[in-house]
Each structure stands twice: as structure tokens, then as C-alpha cells.
Nanobody, 112 residues
Framework: QVHLVESGGGLPQPGGSLRLSCAAS????????MTWYRQAPGKERELVAD????????TYADSVKGRFTISRDNAKNTLYLQMNSLKPEDTAVYYC?????WGQGTQVTVSS
């Protein structure tokens, strides 16, 4: 059975940092392009960042470029999103995705 389980969400202040993790099981994680998405209240889900199967290619939404870093550890079947210089507009539920597989999401609320 496939599982993608996000963790690491929280209530950082503006300018703060968080590291999200997504633990994968039940599929060949290392063969999949992986993506972080987010969905803010009342808005559509948007792509935040993605990473190639071996980790050598990454892309970012313009809104997070230079602040967020996506990475993966295929030996641990885990995807990461390091988020720095957080802004209130980064507030959203963050989801990891691989192919047709989705996690349940983790809430990030940036507020002073």
C-alpha cells in the first residue's frame, strides 16, 4: 500500500524557517519525479517545487525561488522542503506528490 506522509508543518513567524519532510513507502520512490504543492485558503493548489528522480534537476515557483530548497534522500525514501525567510503569504497546506500519489498535507501558518 502506498503512503506519502508529510510532517514538519507549524507556526513560524515571518522571516523564520521550517523543514518539511515527506516519507514515502509502497512504491519505488527513487524512480519518481517528486513535487511539493501548496494550497492556501480559497485558492487553487499551486506547484511549489519539484525534483527529478535522482535529484539533479529542480524547479521552483517564482514566489519561492531563492527561499525554498527541495531535496530528496532516495536511500531513506524521503522528500524534503527547506523553507527560509517565510512570509505570511506562504501560509498553506503543503502536499507532496509523486505520480498519482498524494500525501495528506501538513499545515504551515506564518504569522506574528
Amino acid at each position: 500500500q502506498v503512503h506519502l506522509v508529510e510532517s514538519g508543518g507549524g507556526l513560524p513567524q515571518p522571516g523564520g524557517s521550517l523543514r518539511l519532510s515527506c516519507a514515502a513507502s509502497g512504491f519505488t520512490f527513487g524512480s519518481y519525479y517528486m513535487t511539493w504543492y501548496r494550497q492556501a485558503p480559497g485558492k487553487e493548489r499551486e506547484l511549489v517545487a519539484d525534483i527529478s528522480s535522482a535529484g539533479g534537476i529542480t524547479t521552483y515557483a517564482d514566489s519561492v525561488k531563492g527561499r525554498f530548497t527541495i531535496s530528496r534522500d532516495n536511500a531513506k525514501n524521503t522528500l524534503y522542503l527547506q523553507m527560509n525567510s517565510l512570509k505570511p503569504e506562504d501560509t498553506a497546506v503543503y502536499y507532496c506528490n509523486g505520480g498519482v500519489y498524494w500525501g495528506q498535507g501538513t499545515q504551515v501558518t506564518v504569522s506574528s
